[in-house]
């Protein structure tokens, strides 16, 4: 059974530092994909990673893929106010696209 | 327009009731997904169809029910509510060749089981 795990689980740091959520998987794997969702709100995808190796970059964040580790990591630098969400990281191990979930990180970025 | 959406957005209901929930989809992806997500956890996948004739149950089954009635058009249905199942809902599309391809999300419904 395919396990993804987050941590931490809960983060708020102060605009204008830099920390790094992290995604561990138990099971094989070379596609992972982060989405964000706001309170209240649908998930949005922000990256999909499907290589060893894989480093995707938008704006403020940037997340990588380390399949040999079964880690991916979301990079924050210098966090702004707006990046307060819940960030969710799924992976896929079918060849149906069928995605298992981490519990989400809830991300508060304090002014 | 919303490319996937869902109704009702919000409802109320009593254990033992049947009720459905409806998702539509304008993206003309042949994938669509339920999923269940609960405070503090994150999502898991009650049901999925990758065409009109084909459905697959995913980890969480039990006590749902779904339909395809049209490659647009995937509902999930609860036979018979119950308290444990009050959860936020989210309905999923993927390309059909998706394997490489992210989910897209409706905005998802609220639902309270008394």
């Known amino acids: 059974e395919l396990k993804v795990e987050q941590n931490p689980l809960f983060l708020s740091m102060q605009e204008g530092k830099n920390y790094t959520i992290y995604c561990n998987y138990s099971?094989?794997?070379?596609?992972l994909y982060w989405y964000r969702q706001d309170p209240g709100k649908s998930l949005e995808s922000l990256f999909v990673?499907?290589?060893?190796?894989a480093v995707k970059q938008e704006g403020r964040l940037m997340a990588s893929l380390d399949t040999k580790a079964r880690l991916s990591t979301l990079h924050i630098t210098a966090a702004v106010h707006d990046l307060s969400a819940t960030y969710f990281c799924?992976?896929?191990?079918?060849?149906?696209?069928?995605?298992?979930f981490g519990g989400g990180t809830r991300l508060m970025v304090k002014p | 327009d919303a490319d996937v959406t869902q109704t009702p957005r919000n409802r109320i209901t009593k254990t033992g009731k049947r009720i459905m929930l409806e998702c539509s989809q304008t993206?003309?992806?042949?994938?669509m997904y339920w999923y269940r997500q609960d405070p503090g956890l994150g999502l898991r996948l009650i049901y999925y169809?990758?065409?009109?004739?084909?459905?697959n149950k995913g980890e969480i089954s039990d006590g749902y029910s779904v339909s395809r009635q049209a490659q647009a058009k995937f509902s999930l249905s609860l036979e018979s509510a119950i308290p444990n199942q009050t959860a936020l809902y989210f309905c999923?599309?993927?390309?059909?060749?998706?394997?490489?391809?992210?989910?897209?999300f409706g905005p998802g419904t609220r639902l309270l089981v008394l």
């Open positions: 999923a599309t993927s390309p059909g060749q998706g394997w490489r391809e992210t989910q897209y």
């Open positions: 099971t094989t794997s070379d596609r």
């Open positions: 990673l499907l290589s060893n190796g």
């Open positions: 799924a992976v896929d191990i079918s060849a149906g696209n069928m995605l298992t």
């Open positions: 993206k003309g992806h042949d994938r």
């Open positions: 169809s990758f065409d009109v004739k084909d459905i």
